[in-house]
């Protein structure tokens, strides 16, 4: 699947890529749906229009306008209720990840300055050398485990 393989940057950028693809996929479905919904209006407006005369009475408009509001709602399905809904979501979205950025900053701000205390309070204890790296693999070199792990089999670099 070529989804897979795409590195995204968050899950919003997967759904709107989504959406995107799938909105013309969906034309045929669009299609019937705006047959059926003109069909069911039609035959709707015929019952109670052929209600009201078979009875002699008056034929009341307003309550026949609601099966075509919901027919036009359907026929302009991705113009009216897709693009209302978009336009009422999209200072939601923004905003909210506007915050997002904001507390990943802080994090990220936590966590360096976590990082730099844990390497003063190792520094005060003696153990820097656990840190980094580089003093890591001197260590390890100056107390013979390198040569140890070699003559195993096992590569410097840590693969057997």
Same mark, same amino acid.
């Given at each position: 699947?070529?989804?897979?393989?795409? @590195?995204?940057? #968050?899950?919003? !950028?997967?759904?709107?890529?989504?959406?995107?693809?799938?909105?013309?996929?969906?034309?045929?479905?669009?299609?019937? %749906?705006?047959?059926?919904?003109? =069909?069911?209006?039609?035959?709707? &407006?015929? #019952?109670? &229009?052929?209600?009201?005369? #078979?009875?002699?009475?008056?034929?009341?408009?307003?309550? =026949?306008?609601?099966?075509? +509001?919901?027919?036009?709602? *359907?026929?302009?399905?991705? $113009? *009216? &209720?897709?693009? /209302?809904?978009?336009?009422?979501?999209?200072?939601?979205?923004?905003? $909210?990840?506007?915050?997002?950025? #904001?507390? *990943? !900053?802080?994090? /990220?701000?936590?966590? %360096?300055?976590?990082?730099?205390?844990?390497?003063? +309070?190792?520094?005060? !204890?003696?153990?820097?050398?656990?840190?980094?790296? !580089?003093?890591?693999?001197?260590?390890?070199?100056? =107390?013979? *485990?390198?040569?140890?792990?070699?003559?195993?089999?096992?590569?410097? @670099?840590?693969?057997?």
């Amino acid at each position: 699947m070529a989804l897979l393989a795409i @590195n995204f940057e #968050s899950l919003h !950028e997967i759904l709107r890529n989504l959406y995107q693809e799938m909105m013309p996929l969906c034309g045929d479905m669009i299609g019937v %749906a705006k047959g059926i919904a003109g =069909l069911g209006a039609l035959f709707y &407006v015929a #019952s109670r &229009v052929w209600q009201a005369l #078979s009875r002699a009475e008056p034929i009341d408009v307003y309550p =026949l306008l609601r099966p075509f +509001a919901i027919g036009l709602c *359907i026929m302009f399905f991705p $113009t *009216i &209720v897709l693009g /209302t809904i978009n336009a009422v979501m999209s200072p939601v979205v923004k905003g $909210t990840h506007t915050i997002l950025e #904001s507390q *990943i !900053e802080d994090v /990220t701000a936590l966590q %360096a300055e976590k990082e730099a205390l844990e390497y003063e +309070a190792r520094v005060r !204890e003696g153990k820097a050398w656990l840190v980094d790296d !580089e003093v890591y693999d001197q260590k390890m070199k100056d =107390l013979g *485990i390198w040569e140890r792990l070699s003559a195993c089999g096992v590569n410097v @670099n840590g693969t057997i």
